[in-house]
């Protein structure tokens, strides 16, 4: 992917490292939801708006709904990520 990428959220990461089953189990849902948000045909700004004011992140660098896509494809990484780690720490591979 080319140009700026948001800043990482340390804290998602680390805060799915520390869930166990079933706290973790809401994970797969919540990036379910974010997919079908992403793939959806939202009205132009609902992304940014979704991201930026209900989600409380800064988009400077590109306020502008693709840059909400950005950053949710990013988020979703986070979390596939986290799980992954999650699972090898806990023997669930």
């Known amino acids: 992917m080319n140009g700026p990428t948001c800043r ?14 079933p706290a973790a189990a809401p994970a797969p849902a919540v990036v379910a939801a ?12 609902r992304l ?16 502008t709904d693709s840059g909400a896509a950005v950053h949710l494809r990013e988020l979703v990484r986070w979390i596939h990520a986290a799980i992954d780690q999650a699972e090898e720490e806990h023997g669930r591979r």
């Open 8 to 21: 990482p959220v340390p804290e998602v990461p680390a805060a799915a490292l520390r869930t166990r089953q």
């Open 34 to 45: 974010l997919v079908a948000v992403l793939a959806d045909d939202l009205p132009p700004g």
């Open 48 to 63: 940014f708006r979704l991201v930026s004011v209900d989600g409380g992140r800064s988009l400077d660098h590109d306020p």
